[in-house]
């Protein structure tokens, strides 16, 4: 059993920037691919960013390339996404994701995430 709790979400201007964490409880934290999801108010949850289990890969939606950066610390259990340039559009609550022994990629499909996160808000003012 894998615990996901997402913090550092908050209310910032256009053009800033926030870090979102997400500890992870166990001891098998290292073998999940870890991955963000957003969904914001009427739409459908999206991919956001994935990292490998072994940090050593990363994808990221087309939405948010170049300005969000994925990175995990297996020796603290932990995930994080750094959002710089954000926008408006950017608002919505993120989820952070555990999919054990899985691709970047099958992280971005969502189809077998193991284990989400409670979700944190961001919204990004004009």
């Known amino acids: 059993q894998v615990q996901l709790v997402e913090s550092g979400g908050g209310l910032v201007q256009a053009g800033g920037s926030l870090r979102l964490s997400c500890a992870a409880s166990?001891?098998?934290?290292?073998?999940?691919?870890m991955g963000w999801f957003r969904q914001a108010p009427g739409k459908e949850r999206e991919f956001v960013a994935a990292i490998s289990w072994s940090g050593g890969s990363t994808y990221y939606a087309d939405s948010v390339k170049g300005r969000f950066t994925i990175s995990r610390d297996n020796a603290k259990n932990t995930v994080y996404l750094q959002m710089n340039s954000l926008k408006p559009e950017d608002t919505a609550v993120y989820y952070c994701?555990?999919?054990?022994?899985?691709?970047?990629?099958?992280?971005?499909?969502?189809?077998?995430?193991?284990?989400w996160g409670q979700g944190t808000q961001v919204t990004v003012s004009s």
């Open positions: 994701a555990a999919d054990r022994w899985s691709t970047v990629f099958t992280v971005a499909s969502g189809a077998s995430v193991d284990y």
């Open positions: 166990g001891r098998t934290f290292s073998s999940y691919a």
